[in-house]
């Protein structure tokens, strides 16, 4: 194992590429530093420096060697098929029985919008005609800008379909070329915008205005994290959900033990937690 004092390589991804990573573990941040120059036989700090500063495709390569941009359409396939047969139909239940026509869904950390858009895609299925009468908000936020922007365009390769069932790539979705567009309707129900989940200035994206939502997605962005990072943002998380409302985590993450007191349904299996 190299020994490596990453801040400077830090630093240069954030100069590049607008994004810090200094709120994530430096062990695991370290682990893939050191696994790119074992490949670039790159011996040094220094020398990995000068490469990120002079091949800038080598910040793109290293994020996602890190995997912090990596998503798929319906990703754990069994998650998502419990959001369209329980949680998202106990929402809407409670909604009708208090007379509401407003959910408010929260896609934390969205990367190119394949999770915003699943639960676009499902709240269609399920909703059907019903579907006018509704309003639906669906906020997805990101760190990165240019990925912002990737989102916003609605284009996929197939791969990112490999969790998805053919009837809805045939249903919501326009071939072009050897890729896929996700067709307008559910393009148009989902809002993209910039958020810092580590920044402690706000507890909800701004685009939001206040928070208060039914359904908060935060998966696979809190697991790069250090630890007090991770209990702040999860703490900001909860004081953006509605009373009753959901929280999903990655497969691999965790709910902080203290957090879990807020939650009245706790499905550590399936990291899906429903709030007092
Ligand atoms: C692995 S992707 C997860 C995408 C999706 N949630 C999923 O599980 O498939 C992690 C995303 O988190 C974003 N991210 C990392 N740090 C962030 C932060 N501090 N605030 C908001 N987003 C962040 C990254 O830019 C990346 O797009």
């Not at 998380?237 to 709910?255: A, H, M, Q, V």
């Amino acid at each position: 194992m190299l020994i490596l004092n990453s801040d400077d390589l830090l630093q240069e991804i954030k100069e590049q590429k607008g994004i810090d990573l200094s709120a994530y573990s430096t062990d695991f941040l370290i682990q893939k530093i050191e696994k790119r120059m074992v490949s670039l036989q790159i011996q040094s700090a220094a020398a990995y420096r000068e490469k990120l500063r002079t091949e800038p495709i080598e910040a793109d390569t290293l994020l996602s060697e890190i995997g912090i941009q990596v998503t798929l359409f319906f990703r754990n396939p069994l998650v998502f098929e419990i959001i369209k047969e329980r949680t998202l139909p106990a929402i809407l239940d409670a909604k009708r029985t208090d007379g509401s026509r407003e959910i408010r869904i929260w896609s934390a950390g969205c990367s190119t919008g394949e999770e915003a858009y699943s639960v676009a895609i499902l709240l269609r299925q399920l909703l059907k005609d019903e579907l006018s009468e509704w309003r639906i908000l669906i906020f997805a936020t990101d760190i990165d800008r240019k990925i912002l922007a990737e989102a916003e365009k609605g284009l996929f390769s197939r791969a990112k379909l490999v969790e998805t069932k053919v009837g809805i790539v045939d249903e919501y979705f326009t071939p072009v070329g050897e890729a896929f567009r996700i067709k307008p309707g559910i393009r148009r129900m989902v809002d993209f915008s910039f958020d810092d989940l580590a920044s402690t200035e706000r507890s909800a994206p701004s685009a939001s205005i206040f928070g208060a939502f039914d359904l908060v997605f935060c998966r696979n962005v809190m697991i790069y994290f250090n630890e007090a990072c991770r209990k702040s943002v999860q703490n900001k998380i909860i004081r953006s959900l509605n009373k009753g409302g959901y929280l999903i985590l990655g497969e691999s993450e965790w709910l902080a033990d203290i957090s879990k007191s807020e939650f009245t349904e706790v499905d550590d299996r399936n990291r899906i937690f429903r709030k007092k």
